[in-house]
């Protein structure tokens, strides 16, 4: 399968972006999705997954400000994020398994897509 991130930008503290991951190639229904972000100098750390059965999870820096969901028809996951602050600054990444539930490490996802960033002034 392969994954197309988009949306991210140029925000001010406080607003909102919603990323989007469209993916190709297979039944995107099969597949667990992640979301993970990469700032200046740091490793890759989680942010979001939704399970292939709607399971989701979140890192705690994120609870009740970011969302993760999936349209199966359109194969595309979403992320979106509310109250952005600055610290979320990153190059964010969506990934893809087939796992049930590939959880919350970069190397139980076997697909990735290319990164779109996201930078939060304050």
């Known amino acids: 399968v392969q994954l197309q991130a988009s949306g991210g930008g140029l925000v001010q503290a406080g607003d909102s972006l919603r990323l989007s991951c469209a993916a190709s190639g297979r039944t995107f229904s099969r597949y667990s999705t992640g979301w993970f972000r990469q700032a200046p100098g740091k490793e890759r750390e989680f942010v979001a997954a939704m399970s292939r059965y709607g399971g989701t999870s979140y890192t705690d820096s994120v609870k009740g400000r970011f969302t993760i969901s999936r349209v199966n028809a359109k194969n595309t996951v979403y992320l979106q994020m509310n109250s952005l602050k600055p610290e979320d600054t990153a190059v964010y990444y969506c990934?893809?398994?087939?796992?049930?539930?590939?959880?919350?490490?970069?190397?139980?996802?076997?697909?990735w897509g290319q990164g779109t960033q996201v930078t939060v002034s304050s």
């Open positions: 990934a893809a398994d087939q796992r049930e539930v590939p959880g919350t490490s970069q190397f139980n996802y076997y697909y």
